[in-house]
């Protein structure tokens, strides 16, 4: 009895795969998407009642500060940034 169970599971695995194989030929972009989201809303199961979850990258390193162009140190009217811009 299990083992005939275990074949029909199998069975079956190998129909949806080929399902949705065939549905990623056909229409990529929205299989793409609704596969995105059925991800997000099963990864969002755990957390508690409420909340929101994002998702956190571990390897994530912010880049430096923005600095600010005090006045004065911008281009003079007229300037530009090409170097051959004053040769023509």
Do not use: F, H
């Amino acid at each position: 009895m299990k083992y005939k169970l275990l074949i029909i599971v199998i069975a079956l695995g190998v129909i949806g795969a080929a399902a949705r194989g065939g549905l990623y030929l056909a229409y990529p972009v929205q299989v793409s998407t609704i596969a995105g989201l059925t991800r997000n809303y099963l990864i969002s199961w755990p957390a508690p009642p409420g909340t929101i979850t994002t998702e956190s990258n571990a390897a994530y390193k912010a880049g430096p500060a923005l600095s600010t162009v005090r006045q004065g140190q911008g281009l003079e009217s007229g300037q530009s940034l090409r170097k051959d811009a004053g040769s023509a």
